[in-house]
């Protein structure tokens, strides 16, 4: 369904649909718009018309690339169910591979990896967000970060990647305009794709370190806590932290309230309606309110989200 017009390409919108795995939404919204023809131009050909593009320069590392890629298009444009889609990612991989379907995506990721390896690359796969789509980059570099968290200090270690042939699905849906900037898997590292970061920023020091942290520190002491709790918090430490940017705008601008809605756009929900009743404003205010009544507002939801998670988890 098309948004409404409006007189000016919203580009807030426009990401947010993009985050959320609306590309249909995201394309018709665009369309809507003759500034930005050159632009859907590049949607259309990707996505409608199914061109896709995989140089590396090895025949096999080239042909995963391209069952990614066309994964990406089945999921999100032609909005095939997970489960379809999911299976024909499985008989893509084999293929690419020259293996039995039979190994599964995680045994197929992990021989994936093994072939990108070999030519000097590092391969993570599994889901962002609900969605498979790996995360291949050639160098690394590792520095140390002291975090202060609202539960106080933590020791990190960030790894700086670059050299990026794939960024999983909202990088590609984006065409490298949004995507994960960086993540933590389990290994204590927080993994911070370089070039989305300029390293002295906010959106650096809040929006990747901060968030992380907390992500990793959750993890650790609450066993079986879920990703849109995860979210739910690792966004009220951005919101905490965060002075020079009104991030409950953008977080209000990205929500989902729908049942399949991935932890982001449902942790942006959660954080939205709390906001409205504690500031008591409607959403549609966020973008005038002060910083710190923002930050106020979301050290009282992060103190009831520990809380209660505490009770539900130990």
Not at 151 to 172: A, C, P
Not at 230 to 257: C, G
Not at 273 to 284: C, D, H, I, M, S
Request: glycine letters at 8%; one cysteine or more; aromatic letters at 12%.
């Amino acid at each position: 369904m098309k948004r409404t017009m409006t007189p000016d390409f919203n580009p807030t919108l426009f990401r947010g649909d993009l985050m959320n795995g609306k590309l249909r939404a995201a394309m018709d919204y665009l369309s809507q718009f003759p500034a930005q023809s050159e632009r859907y131009a590049r949607y259309a050909a990707r996505f409608q018309e199914g061109r896709c593009e995989a140089p590396t320069g090895d025949p096999k590392c080239s042909a995963i690339l391209l069952a990614y890629q066309a994964y990406y298009r089945d999921a999100f444009y032609l909005e095939q169910s997970p489960e379809d889609a999911a299976q024909r990612l499985t008989a893509r991989l084999a293929e690419a591979l020259d293996v039995d379907p039979k190994a599964g995506i995680s045994g197929l990721e992990d021989l994936a990896a093994e072939a990108f390896q070999s030519k000097g690359f590092h391969f993570l796969g599994g889901r962002t967000s609900g969605y498979y789509g790996p995360y291949i980059w050639r160098y690394e570099e590792r520095k140390h970060y002291t975090v202060q968290l609202p539960h106080g200090m933590q020791d990190y270690t960030v790894k700086l990647l670059d050299g990026f042939l794939m960024r999983s699905w909202l990088d590609y849906l984006s065409f490298g305009e949004t995507g994960t900037g960086g993540w933590s898997n389990g290994d204590g590292l927080i993994h911070c794709v370089r070039s989305a970061y300029d390293l002295e920023s906010e959106a650096f020091q809040v929006s990747l370190l901060k968030h992380e942290a907390q992500h990793a520190y959750d993890l650790e002491r609450y066993k079986g806590i879920t990703n849109p709790e995860l979210e739910y918090r690792a966004k009220l430490v951005e919101l905490i932290y965060s002075r020079e940017r009104n991030l409950l705008a953008r977080f209000a601008a990205e929500l989902d309230p729908s049942p399949t809605a991935s932890g982001h756009g449902a942790a942006a929900c959660r954080i939205t309606e709390g906001a409205e009743r504690l500031l008591n404003v409607p959403r549609t205010k966020f973008p005038s309110l002060p910083i710190e009544a923002i930050q106020t507002a979301a050290r009282t939801l992060f103190a009831d989200s520990t809380q209660e998670a505490l009770e539900k988890y130990g």
